[in-house]
């Protein structure tokens, strides 16, 4: 189906299932531990053996020698890989740095090696077996050193231009011209990457955890070097992935290798001390931030560039994305540099762009507010855009980020904040209020599905759709269930195997929306062709009840199903309509926080986002992306940075307890409010994404509640303590 002109209204729109608060249909198999993950597919039959991975120890330069003597003969030792035995396997589009073989070492932890024995512990046993030479080179591990020397990307980041800047903001009334840095920060999903791999001929099955199934099966092909119908893959159940599982990993490459030279299946898990420095992070970011107003608010310029680094091949962290879209103003400029560095791989971690983009616009803007002496809700409404302000000509499909800021000031009690800083005391707490606006673009596209109708009046649902924690099963069977007009106990669902037709995938907050249109679009196949089975006409066919009525006939669908059942399959694209509309998602981030006046140390004490971010197919999956967001957000704020280690070059934190992620525990009370809205733009389903949305703006709004407790403005992340405690007020 082509989605070619904005949508009407259709059999999503009775919402009797879709925008209910339903339940997760998988839940019970998550917490009854029948839900199987990667590394947990397990056939008593099978004989596996286990690989275990060593990872480079110098950060630049290459492998002089590796000697497995020993390690051979340790106990239960199959085969071992290395890598400067074999060339580097063939990279797809998706990978910067080659995931195996070859001398050559770009990053510290690089796979250089794979142990494969009868248990986890002999291949872990035999690994320290394995001596390794380096001929070491010096590398670059300091954007802040490395920033002079940077350049414009090739690709991803255009610089950006409208009016101009530089006269605007020279004439301005009030200006701000201010450095903010973010640091690196690694995705830390609770399931670390595992794969086995099975080969059966020349064919062979991987059981991952992938975020999007066909580009990693196309990536696995290309690096084994095999066709891609002979790449099976299967990732029902993720535990997690934040972006860190979007692309192939070394897990499935090296477990597909092993398997094959040990000749039975092989599993292989990356450790949680490998995954930082061997996968991909958020890249640090320094972004020079100006802005000037005229004294009632109005922004008359507005400008952003950010430096960040990548291993050669890779692309920049584009922080500056939001700010060609968010605020108006005359005079615009965006400009995004690249540093070469020799730091692990940098890629897309939940809202690339934006989330470290706002971490530095948001502070701005509550700088600016303050240096005009206007609230900083207020300021933020007054500069307000319904068009793309570099592209007057191109309204946005569907904006209430006005609403999100004024309904959230209102439930947050924002009349009470003093806008003095430092003039809320509880005791041994300073207490402030911060808000900051959440902005995330909506993209969509092509995502199919296949759809079953059988004898029993069920309808099966088959998409390579991953579900990476975010509620995809449930919301594609309401999808289901709304089209056919069955209960949700008449839908079963399949994701995640690469049989399946081809989907969005779980990226950029467009899955949502995208697989559930590529189900509507399966769906209205099916009812097409149960129509045309039964001589209905297909015009005023209506489902409900489990029925099929046209006029004054009906039937049941499992009879309407007859024996052999009803199958269709259809993918959904999108026309070009809509490229003459910005389409984005909306949200207003409060909250309050507790400056302990004696230590520094930060505590939330409430939060609240409020999203306008089109239909939300279910409230109760929706709100639990956008609460994990904020606490994730709490994180970057307060603890969050992977700890550059500068002479080795790597990071040096690599485990939960040095990189400390904020969990529920930290934060007392949250809560969610989503404004009603369809943006028929987006899809037949008129649903955007959250997922990443409930993360931008939410570090800075905790930053900008520091300053208000405190009257102390931090301009680098993550929050600690120590960047407190030397202005606090003396005790009293
Ligand atoms: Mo997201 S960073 O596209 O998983």
Not at 21 to 45: F, M, S, V
């Amino acid at each position: 189906m082509r989605f070619d002109t904005p949508a009407t209204i259709n059999p999503i729109d009775q919402l009797k299932v879709v925008g209910k608060p339903i339940e997760r249909i998988d839940g019970q198999l998550k917490t009854t531990g029948r839900a199987h993950y990667a590394y947990e597919w397990h056939d008593p039959n099978v004989a596996y053996a286990y690989g275990y991975v060593i990872g480079s120890a110098i950060a630049k330069g290459r492998i002089a020698s590796m000697d497995i003597t020993e390690a051979k003969r340790a106990p239960g030792v199959f085969t071992i890989l290395t890598a400067d035995s074999m060339e580097p396997v063939k990279k797809g589009s998706a990978n910067t740095a080659s995931l195996f073989g070859g001398k050559e070492i770009q990053h510290y932890h690089q796979a250089i090696g794979l142990v494969v024995a009868e248990t986890f512990e002999q291949a872990r046993a035999a690994s320290y077996l394995v001596k390794v030479q380096y001929e070491a080179e010096k590398g670059a591990f300091d954007l802040a050193a490395a920033m002079q020397d940077a350049v414009k990307p090739g690709r991803g980041a255009p610089d950006s231009a409208a009016g101009d800047f530089d006269h605007a903001f020279a004439i301005a009334a009030i200006t701000l011209d201010e450095t903010y840095t973010t640091p690196d920060q690694s995705h830390s999903m609770m399931e670390p990457h595992a794969s086995i791999a099975a080969w059966n001929g020349d064919e062979v099955t991987v059981w991952t955890s992938s975020q999007m199934i066909n580009p990693w099966r196309r990536d696995l092909a290309i690096a084994l070097g095999v066709d891609k119908e002979k790449v099976h893959l299967m990732s029902p159940f993720i535990g997690g992935g934040f972006g860190s599982k979007l692309f192939l990993r070394a897990d499935a490459v090296l477990a597909a290798l092993g398997a094959k030279a040990a000749g039975r299946p092989v599993k292989v898990a990356l450790t949680r001390p490998f995954l930082m420095n061997n996968t991909t992070h958020r890249p640090a970011t320094i972004q020079r931030i100006r802005i000037g107003a005229d004294r009632d608010g109005k922004i008359t310029a507005i400008g952003h560039e950010s430096w960040s680094g990548n291993l050669k091949g890779g692309g920049p962290e584009n922080a500056v994305q939001q700010t060609r879209l968010l605020y108006a103003g005359a005079g615009r400029m965006t400009r995004t540099r690249l540093a070469a560095l020799d730091l692990p791989e940098g890629n897309a971690m939940r809202a690339p762009g934006e989330a470290p983009g706002l971490m530095a616009l948001e502070i701005a803007m509550d700088e600016m507010a303050d240096r005009l002496g206007l609230d900083p809700v207020e300021f933020r409404i007054i500069n307000d855009t319904q068009v793309d302000p570099e592209n007057p000509d191109r309204p946005f499909s569907h904006r209430n980020l006005v609403g999100c800021l004024r309904t959230g000031a209102e439930h947050f009690g924002w009349e009470t904040r003093n806008s003095r800083p430092g003039s809320h005391r509880d005791g041994q707490w300073l207490v402030g209020m911060g808000v900051a606006s959440a902005f995330r673009n909506n993209m969509v596209v092509a995502s199919g599905a296949r759809v079953m109708l059988d004898r029993d009046g069920v309808i099966t649902v088959e998409t390579d759709m991953t579900d990476i924690g975010t509620g995809s099963y449930t919301i594609i069977a309401q999808t289901a269930a709304e089209m056919l007009g069955v209960p949700m106990d008449k839908v079963a669902v399949q994701l995640g195997d690469s049989r399946f037709p081809v989907s969005a995938g779980s990226g950029g907050q467009r899955g949502a929306n995208s697989s559930t249109a590529g189900v509507y679009a399966a769906c209205a196949k099916l009812r097409e062709a149960i129509a045309q089975k039964l001589g209905f006409n297909s015009a005023d066919v209506t489902f409900a009840d489990g029925e099929v009525r046209s006029g004054n006939r009906r039937m049941p669908l499992s009879q309407a199903a007859g024996q052999d059942g009803i199958i269709a399959e259809d993918t959904i694209e999108y026309g070009d309509f809509q490229n003459t509309h910005q389409q984005s998602t909306f949200g207003a981030h409060f909250v309050e926080v507790g400056v302990d006046v004696a230590t520094g140390e930060t505590r939330i004490r409430r939060m609240l986002a409020v999203c306008a971010a089109g239909r939300i197919l279910n409230p109760l999956t929706a709100r639990s992306q956008v609460i994990g967001a904020m606490t994730m957000g709490v994180g970057g704020a307060l603890s969050e940075e992977l700890a550059v280690d500068r002479t080795r070059g790597f990071f040096a934190n690599h485990d939960l307890a040095g990189y400390e992620v904020a969990v529920h525990a930290d934060i007392p009370h949250q809560e969610v409010i989503f404004l009603d809205e369809a943006d028929p733009m987006s899809s037949p389903m008129k649903a955007k994404g959250v997922g990443e949305l409930g993360l931008c703006g939410v570090a800075a709004a905790i930053a900008n509640a520091v300053h208000n407790a405190t009257g102390v403005r931090v301009r680098n992340y993550p929050l600690t303590l120590d960047k407190l405690i030397h202005q606090l007020p003396e005790l009293s």
